[in-house]
């Protein structure tokens, strides 16, 4: 693919999985442009720095990140020093920082522009890290862990608030409105929590309870939250995504395939009127929100699809080659 491909080629869509690869496809399109090859480990999360530019791919004691823009299937880069599975990641605002949390108790902070590819802050709990998520005010880090505590760590001050939203039940995934106004949990007996969130000038944000969901009767396994903040989504061991209305937490669509079994992430699109899930079959699926079809699949792992990044414009260059 050269720079006279158009914009809607352009949309990237990356999976990653239990079968050691990662794949970059063409989102409108189907087609894979490109196999990398995550040799160590399975790929337990996927984020695309906010220069569009590379793609980090979190696994077992690393974190390994990817050229996007040339065809290299190699990692480029490798973040070491983590002792157990690294589960969540993702990249402040500025593409300053990068934030993980893994099995090994602890968040950690990496600086990008460091050349020791050294952590630089660490936040320890006490049990194993599930899901981390930065506030969008780019200052708080909230980390869900599998005693079932959510930790607000404010990364100006190291103040750290806990919350417990149900006894005896891990979170498994966490995500915040980019208003920075509501905040989503689920955890393993399929129940969904909705926060609203309150933020003043330099204080730490506070969590004020605003709805329950029995979302799944089985495992959840990740929420989601639509870039225009109408719709929240939950993934479960239960075969099925589940789209809610954020404005009363109805529920709009069940979205089920007959092969597809844990549906493990979702991530929607930019104009929050599609969303893709990965699911165990393999398969990485769109699915159009106003009807509830399966646009496009994308098919080629030999595994579970386990994560999914989502980027809506790479930048052009020459030689950029699937």
């Known amino acids: 693919m050269t720079n006279t491909s158009s914009n809607s ?5 990356a999976t990653g999985g239990y079968d050691h690869t990662i794949k970059l496809w063409q989102l409108n399109t189907g087609v894979c442009q490109r196999t990398a090859q995550h040799s160590d ?5 996927l984020a695309i720095t906010p220069d569009k530019q590379l793609l980090a791919a979190a696994g077992h004691q690393h974190i390994r990140m990817y050229d996007l823009l040339v065809s290299n299937p190699n990692p480029v880069i490798n973040y070491e020093g983590v002792s157990k599975n690294v589960t969540g990641v993702g990249f402040q605002e500025d593409g300053k920082w990068m934030f993980t949390g893994g099995e090994d ?3 950690r902070i990496w600086d990008l522009r460091s050349k020791n590819l050294q952590c630089q802050r660490i936040f320890q709990v006490t049990a194993p890290v599930n899901c981390v998520f930065l506030h969008p005010n780019q200052s708080e880090l909230v980390v869900g862990d599998q005693s079932g505590v959510i930790h607000l760590w404010d990364l100006r001050t190291d103040h750290n608030e806990q919350l417990i939203p149900e006894a005896d039940a891990s979170v498994q995934s966490l995500a915040i409105d980019r208003q920075g106004k509501m905040m989503a949990a689920v ?5 969904g929590y909705v926060w609203s969130l309150v933020s003043d000038n330099e204080q730490p944000t506070r969590l004020k309870p605003k709805h329950k969901i ?4 089985r495992y959840a396994l990740a929420c989601r939250i639509s870039p225009d903040s109408k719709y929240l989504v939950t993934t479960s061991a239960d075969q099925s995504a589940r789209v809610w209305e954020t404005e009363n937490f109805s529920l709009v669509l069940e979205l089920k395939h007959d ?5 493990w992430d979702a991530i929607f699109s930019a104009d929050s009127k599609y969303l893709i899930t990965a699911s165990s079959d393999g398969v990485a699926r769109l699915w159009n929100l106003e009807n509830g079809n399966i646009e496009r699949e994308y098919s080629g792992h030999q595994k579970a699809v386990t994560a999914l990044a989502y980027c809506d414009q790479l930048p052009v260059v020459d030689n950029f080659t699937a």
Not at 41 to 45: D, G, K, P, R, Y
Not at 187 to 191: I, R
Not at 259 to 263: H, I
Request: charged content about 20%.
């Open 41 to 45: 480990s399975q790929v337990n999360a």
């Open 105 to 107: 108790c602890r968040a």
């Open 259 to 263: 092969s597809q079994r844990w549906v």
């Open 9 to 13: 080629d352009q949309i990237i869509l």
């Open 187 to 191: 955890n393993n007996k399929g129940h």
């Open 214 to 217: 029995q979302a799944h009767k």
